[in-house]
């Protein structure tokens, strides 16, 4: 399998999630997406972590969860509903101190190469 996750990504990795990365985010566990890049980022001292849900739309439309508010502030809507998904998503991650094989540990607890 080689290196899941690595600063120089060639090439893009198929991966599950098996849990959300932040608790307000709407990728759930079980959602399936590439990882297209992960990016240094030295002005937020994190990574930042690229991702592609177009193909999964349709296998992924299960997870989404009713967890978003309506106006009577009921959680009874999706990210989709509420115009929160993005196919293209990203999101950061970590401390860029951290060397390739910390961040391949940490994102492990978080993704899943399929």
């Known amino acids: 399998m080689g290196k899941l996750f690595n600063l120089n990504i060639i090439e893009a990795k198929k991966v599950v999630f098996l849990g959300p990365i932040f608790e307000d985010d709407f990728p759930e566990k079980g959602m ?5 890049d992960i990016v240094k980022c030295e002005d937020e001292e994190c990574f930042k972590l690229h991702f592609d849900f177009t193909e999964f ?5 299960k997870y989404f969860k009713a967890d978003y508010y309506d106006k ?6 999706t ?17 860029i101190t951290w060397d390739n094989k910390k961040l391949e540990r940490e994102l492990r607890l978080y993704l899943k190469e399929i």
């Open 32 to 36: 399936k997406a590439w990882l297209t």
């Open 57 to 61: 739309e349709e296998e992924n439309e």
């Open 72 to 77: 009577n502030h009921v959680a009874c809507l």
């Open 79 to 95: 990210a989709k509903e509420v115009d929160m998904y993005n196919p293209k998503y990203s999101v950061y991650f970590g401390d």
